[in-house]
């Protein structure tokens, strides 16, 4: 199983890219705000990546992050939704956007995916909800790359604004059943805090998810 490449980008198309590892030209499928985030033609780049095997078919989709990479295996595990579906959802939401829309139930905004229709979006956000708190929980780590495409640490991530956020919401909900939420209200509290403070440091995504906690009345 190929889980992650690192070479540099030899082409890039409409939904994918050509990538050189050592000589070797690997076509990775990715979603449009994957695509946005890495670099040009020649620049090295690293992404996690899932096979899909068929009988007359394998293909390879590439992404930032684990939990990128994992919320793709969770949305295939959904009836009705194929490898088309699932990039096209998160391409539209990325990770943190799956996360918060299916712990607060918006399937609303699942529907906005391109092709995917309100039932199934109902069906992503009713059979993935529970899987939600542990998403949040894992955050993001994107693979650094060195100038000859080899991994390396202590070299900024692709997206490392989304890796912030992510890594900020991760914190703060584990604070919160810390101090004794349950993950499901923890998650969807975090959701909502992280939905109007956009890119919000862990201890402000722990403030206001406390204040949608607080007792009404």
Do not use: C
């Amino acid at each position: 199983m190929i889980g992650r490449l690192a070479g540099r980008i030899d082409y890039r198309g409409s939904d994918h890219v050509l990538i050189d590892v050592k000589g070797v030209g690997y076509i990775v499928y990715v979603s449009e705000r994957t695509m946005a985030a890495l670099p040009r033609v020649g620049e090295a780049a690293a992404l996690y990546t899932d096979l899909l095997v068929r009988e007359d078919l394998l293909q390879l989709f590439g992404f930032t992050t684990l939990a990128e990479k994992e919320w793709h295996r969770l949305l295939m595990g959904v009836q009705g939704i194929g490898a088309k579906a699932s990039m096209a959802i998160l391409g539209t939401l990325g990770p943190d956007g799956v996360a918060r829309a299916i712990a607060l139930g918006d399937w609303g905004a699942v529907k906005a995916a391109p092709g995917v229709g309100p039932k199934i979006a109902q069906r992503v956000v009713n059979e993935l909800k529970g899987k939600a708190p542990a998403m949040m929980a894992m955050g993001g780590e994107a693979p650094p790359v060195a100038d000859d495409g080899e991994v390396i640490e202590h070299v900024a991530p692709v997206a490392p604004r989304a890796v912030r956020s992510s890594s900020a919401q991760s914190e703060a909900l584990s604070a919160l059943q810390n101090l004794g939420y349950a993950p499901g209200e923890a998650a969807s509290a975090v959701a909502e805090a992280a939905g109007v403070n956009e890119g919000a440091e862990t201890t402000v995504l722990i403030r206001e998810a406390l204040k949608r906690l607080a007792p009404k009345g």
